[in-house]
Protein backbone atom coordinates (compact mmCIF):
# COMPACT_ATOMS: atom_id res chain seq x y z
CA UNK A 1 0.00 0.00 0.00
CA UNK A 2 1.15 3.64 -0.86
CA UNK A 3 -0.46 7.05 -0.27
CA UNK A 4 -0.73 9.70 -2.94
CA UNK A 5 -2.42 12.77 -2.99
CA UNK A 6 -4.56 15.49 -4.99
CA UNK A 7 -5.69 18.22 -4.31
CA UNK A 8 -8.44 21.03 -5.89
CA UNK A 9 -8.65 24.98 -6.23
CA UNK A 10 -11.75 25.44 -8.39
CA UNK A 11 -14.02 22.72 -6.70
CA UNK A 12 -13.49 20.91 -10.39
CA UNK A 13 -10.45 19.28 -11.44
CA UNK A 14 -8.23 17.79 -9.69
CA UNK A 15 -4.46 18.36 -9.37
CA UNK A 16 -2.71 14.56 -9.05
CA UNK A 17 0.54 14.76 -7.07
CA UNK A 18 1.20 10.84 -7.15
CA UNK A 19 2.94 8.74 -4.61
CA UNK A 20 4.24 10.43 -1.83
CA UNK A 21 4.70 7.89 1.03
CA UNK A 22 5.19 4.27 0.59
CA UNK A 23 6.21 1.28 3.13
CA UNK A 24 9.75 0.49 3.55
CA UNK A 25 10.95 -3.19 3.19
CA UNK A 26 11.95 -4.68 6.47
CA UNK A 27 10.64 -1.74 8.79
CA UNK A 28 7.03 -1.27 10.69
CA UNK A 29 5.51 0.33 8.31
CA UNK A 30 6.92 -2.43 5.31
CA UNK A 31 2.67 -3.37 4.98
CA UNK A 32 1.83 -0.17 3.80
CA UNK A 33 1.45 3.74 4.80
CA UNK A 34 -0.89 6.53 4.68
CA UNK A 35 -1.50 10.23 4.57
CA UNK A 36 -4.69 11.11 6.68
CA UNK A 37 -4.53 15.19 6.21
CA UNK A 38 -2.71 17.50 4.20
CA UNK A 39 -2.79 20.82 5.93
CA UNK A 40 -2.36 23.34 3.12
CA UNK A 41 0.24 25.76 5.49
CA UNK A 42 2.90 22.94 5.39
CA UNK A 43 5.70 23.18 3.22
CA UNK A 44 5.15 22.22 -0.25
CA UNK A 45 5.50 18.87 -1.58
CA UNK A 46 7.74 17.73 1.20
CA UNK A 47 7.37 15.29 3.74
CA UNK A 48 9.76 15.58 6.61
CA UNK A 49 10.79 12.06 8.13
CA UNK A 50 11.42 12.78 12.00
CA UNK A 51 12.12 9.21 13.14
CA UNK A 52 11.96 5.50 12.05
CA UNK A 53 9.44 4.43 14.52
CA UNK A 54 5.96 5.31 14.50
CA UNK A 55 5.37 8.43 16.17
CA UNK A 56 1.90 7.84 17.39
CA UNK A 57 -0.92 5.10 17.10
CA UNK A 58 -3.25 8.31 16.46
CA UNK A 59 -5.37 7.65 13.14
CA UNK A 60 -7.65 9.32 10.61
CA UNK A 61 -6.62 12.65 11.85
CA UNK A 62 -8.46 15.59 10.00
CA UNK A 63 -7.11 19.69 10.64
CA UNK A 64 -9.57 22.47 11.11
CA UNK A 65 -8.33 25.88 10.81
CA UNK A 66 -9.94 27.95 13.15
CA UNK A 67 -9.77 31.76 12.62
CA UNK A 68 -7.20 33.71 14.80
CA UNK A 69 -7.84 30.28 17.63
CA UNK A 70 -5.44 27.80 15.88
CA UNK A 71 -6.42 24.54 15.12
CA UNK A 72 -9.07 21.91 16.17
CA UNK A 73 -7.82 18.43 15.28
CA UNK A 74 -9.74 14.85 15.47
CA UNK A 75 -8.69 11.60 15.62
CA UNK A 76 -8.84 8.23 16.34
CA UNK A 77 -6.76 7.25 19.40
CA UNK A 78 -5.39 3.09 19.96
CA UNK A 79 -5.78 2.18 23.38
CA UNK A 80 -3.33 -0.10 25.42
CA UNK A 81 -6.09 -2.69 24.87
CA UNK A 82 -6.96 -1.92 21.19
CA UNK A 83 -9.79 -0.12 21.80
CA UNK A 84 -10.24 2.69 19.72
CA UNK A 85 -11.51 6.54 21.34
CA UNK A 86 -12.50 9.52 19.04
CA UNK A 87 -10.53 12.22 20.13
CA UNK A 88 -10.30 16.28 19.94
CA UNK A 89 -7.73 19.04 20.21
CA UNK A 90 -7.33 22.61 20.55
CA UNK A 91 -4.39 23.34 19.24
CA UNK A 92 -3.62 27.63 19.92
CA UNK A 93 -1.98 30.00 17.33
CA UNK A 94 1.48 29.99 18.74
CA UNK A 95 2.90 33.59 19.35
Known sequence: MASAYATIDDGI???WHGHVLTGR????DA????????HPD???NQLISISDEPVSTARYLEVVPLPGEGYRIY???VLSDES???RTELI???S
Open 13 to 15: GWD
Open 25 to 28: TGTW
Open 31 to 38: QGVRITSV
Open 42 to 44: GPP
Open 75 to 77: YEQ
Open 84 to 86: QEL
Open 92 to 94: PVS
